[in-house]
């Protein structure tokens, strides 16, 4: 690994002025290409502090051995050097597209004396015409199909064609009418030469004129009462609506442009582009990308730019490209691509109307195919295997972590604090194992605490799970150390209150030869097979090989303090740092730092994503019951079924706390003892703020909303959540 200092250029070297340049490793490999406005403020960039530099970047500058860089008169002859030097050198820390797919066009091949209409893929060739790309060829030939009833163009081969001059016997599509059949001079070079012109002109959305054009001659042909030739005519125009139809207006203005959406995560990107011609989508096309440098949504906006049209010239780009983020600085860029047409090019975003709509199709385009390319990437069993080992070689463990689980805290505010743990095993999600916690043992904001509490509920549960099985005999009464806890029986118990540790959330309760009995509720816990269906023990009977936990040092502190707590020490543990995606490990001052294409790391981030969305998802949940719940919530024993009946009869809670006893026995389903205890409740529930009517400031307190478990005051701040979801963690 090179010291960025020892092939660091003197101050005075670097001009300040645009250019290109090339970073090179010790075997002069060109390893990276970029440019700059000014080389000088650019390239100071590379040598600072490496502690202050992205990882990514860090490891380019460390791989370097040199750097040199060639000086250009503007910003727009930087950027094509920049498009030619990454093409010719192929550099390994350069953003690449790659095809997901070799993409179908329909060619029209004008350069040759008899044009033909086939299906091509790969590079493209001078005096071609190409219309698409296509999803798939065989759409491409449908549409042919389809055409060739209107403009009968030569279809066939080099080979066909040749044969069938050679013998003066046309192929069979000269027969049917779906070839002019140039090969038996049938028609003139010239006329064959329109014709795919007009074929042209056609598939590039000038379709009006030839539908006018035939239903003009469909009318005259049934005025001369010619109706084989009018049919025939008919037959014709229905073809090529059936054509027209196969891509659908998207945009009213007969439009030409060109839509680009980005969907990225930290390591990759997928890039989609819808091809619009004349109002209709003619094609479309997706890369996807690993992100070998750190780059912003406008930087990869300009890479896919450059891979786009860097090899096409004049109708081939668009009037109109749109983007979902503008290249910085954009003019030289829309200057490059106005070279490129010959005529002025609009590169922007678009801000409203049928464009905008068409762009967030393209963006769930791009999205699901970053999601399909990340499932595809994720069920190879060769893969997986892989992410296991560079997992096991990076933190030091005996063997790959065939089991892994993650925890993360997820609260707003420091309300509704809660936790997630999901499982994967043989590098799978396994659903089956997720479990959910709310945060009990405090009130208030703290991760860390937060942490602590989880690992050591969901750990001593482990402990309890595995007495029970038999494994664990070191004694019934082994207090955990450090904690003031004890474990009786297989029920954890906290001393300072005399409550059973339960996790509520889960419906299971830990027992052991005794049965355990919540203190506040006398519920008793429940009993069955410790078994699942596939023989493998149930809910934390079964531990994990690495726990890791979404948060740096302190979260792997204290996730560790937990474990130690318990005299649990074969368990590994590990943090992923969202800022930098570094791994934590417990008492190690400095993080590990997994290569960006590492297997394992997209691992260790799929396992850390996951459970942010299942707590994120938990946490908005709580919170939607919280600002739902109304004093009947409160009322022990009463189920929604019950709930709906009184709100059903009664018409309002207001009504229903106005009622006697006797009122509420009316109720199907509520005996006398119930309707006792829901008017106690009702009466020591603290009246409701009245509704509100934000538009006039006229109280409304007449009725409340036929509501089972809302209140009247809520309302006035269902809108409260929505605008604190951005503060959510």
């Known amino acids: 690994m090179a010291d960025p200092s020892s092939y660091r250029p003197e101050p005075g070297q670097i001009p300040d002025s645009p250019g290109v340049y090339r970073f090179r490793d010790e075997h002069r490999r060109v390893i990276y290409v970029g440019k700059a406005k000014s080389l000088r403020q650019r390239l100071a960039n590379y040598f600072q502090d490496l502690a202050g530099l992205h990882p990514r ?30 093409k010719e050198y192929d550099p390994r820390f350069n953003v690449k597209y790659r ?6 066009y329909l060619a029209v091949t004008m350069n040759e004396e008899y044009p033909r209409v086939q299906v091509m893929r790969g590079h493209k060739k001078k005096g071609v015409r190409y219309f698409g790309p296509y999803a798939h060829a065989w759409a491409i030939r449908d549409t042919v199909d389809l055409l060739l009833r209107v403009f009968p163009v030569r279809t066939c081969s080099a080979g066909v064609f040749k044969n069938a ?13 779906k070839c002019s059949a140039p090969c038996v001079s049938r028609i003139s070079p010239d006329d064959h030469w329109e014709l795919a012109d007009e074929f042209c002109d056609f598939m590039a959305g000038r379709t009006g004129t030839y539908l006018r054009r035939l239903e003009k001659q469909m009318a005259q042909a049934a005025e001369e009462m010619e109706y084989e030739r009018a049919a025939r005519l008919r037959d014709d125009i229905g073809a090529l609506k059936k054509a027209m139809e196969k891509s659908a207006v998207v945009l009213a203005d007969a439009t030409d442009a060109d839509l680009i959406a980005v969907a990225e995560d930290e390591l990759e990107a997928a890039v989609q582009i819808f091809h619009v011609r004349g109002g209709r989508v ?19 906006v300009e890479h896919a730019l450059q891979q786009l049209y860097g090899e096409e010239r004049g109708d081939a780009v668009p009037k109109e490209v749109l983007v979902p983020a503008l290249p910085d600085p954009v003019e030289p860029v829309q200057e490059w691509l106005t070279g490129r047409r010959g005529s002025n090019v609009s590169l922007r ?29 994720a069920s190879d069993l060769t893969t997986r295997s892989r992410a296991l080992e560079e997992i096991a070689e990076a933190l030091g463990l005996d063997s790959a972590p065939l089991r892994i689980e993650c925890y993360d805290i997820s609260h707003l505010q420091g309300d509704d604090v809660v936790a997630s743990m999901v499982v994967f095993e043989d590098g799978l999600q396994r659903k089956s194992e997720y479990r959910r916690f709310q945060i009990k043992g405090f009130e208030g904001q703290d991760d860390v605490r937060s942490m602590h509490e989880v690992i050591t509920r969901r750990f001593r549960r482990y402990l309890a799970e595995k007495e029970r099985t038999g494994e664990w005999t070191d004694g019934a009464d082994t207090a955990a150390a450090g904690t003031g806890t004890a474990v009786t029986d297989g029920a954890a118990v906290a001393e300072e209150t005399g409550t059973a540790l339960v996790d509520g959330a889960f419906g299971v309760r830990s027992g052991g030869s005794a049965a ?71 008492d190690d001052d400095d993080p590990v730092v997994l290569p ?79 309707a006792e205890t829901i008017a106690a409740a009702l009466a020591l529930a603290a009246p409701p703020a009245p509704a509100v009517n934000t538009a006039t400031g006229e109280i409304i307190d007449d009725e409340e909303p036929d509501d089972t478990t809302g209140s009247p005051g809520a309302p006035a701040t269902s809108g409260a959540p929505e605008e604190r979801r951005g503060q959510e963690t």
């Open 57 to 86: 970047t860090r490891t380019m500058v460390t791989t370097a051995a040199s750097v040199e860089w060639t000086v250009v008169s503007t910003e727009v002859e930087a950027l094509q050097l920049e498009y030619s030097w990454i």
């Open 99 to 104: 095809d997901d797919k070799s993409y179908p």
């Open 165 to 177: 001059s050679r013998t003066g016997r046309p192929c069979l599509l000269g027969y049917i009418g």
């Open 282 to 300: 003619r094609g479309q096309r997706g890369w996807v990308t690993d992100k070998v440098e750190d780059v912003s949504t406008g930087a990869l």
């Open 349 to 377: 975003i678009p801000q409203r109307g049928d464009k905008k709509d068409l762009m967030a199709t393209v963006a769930r385009n791009a999205q699901q195919a970053l999601v399909l390319h990340k499932t595809k990437r």
């Open 516 to 586: 355990a009995v919540l203190a506040d509720t006398g519920e008793a816990p429940l009993t069955g097979s410790l078994k699942d269906d596939d023989g493998r023990p149930k809910r934390f009977a079964y531990p994990p090989q690495l726990v890791v936990v979404d948060g740096g040092q302190p979260q792997v502190a204290a996730a560790r303090r937990a474990l130690d707590e318990l005299g649990i020490d074969d368990i590994a543990v590990c943090g992923l740092a969202k800022r930098l995606e570094e791994v934590w490990l417990p």
């Open 596 to 674: 960006r294409s590492s297997e394992g790391l997209y691992l260790l981030q799929r396992v850390r994503d996951e459970a942010h969305r299942f707590a994120i998802t938990y946490q908005r949940t709580k919170r939607a019951k919280r600002f739902r719940a109304g004093p009947l919530d409160e009322v022990p024993g009463l189920g929604e079924t019950r709930k709906q009946a009184l709100i059903k009869h009664f018409g309002s809670v207001k009504r229903l706390r106005a009622a006697t006893v006797e009122q509420i026995c009316e109720v199907p389903g509520i005996g006398r003892k119930t």
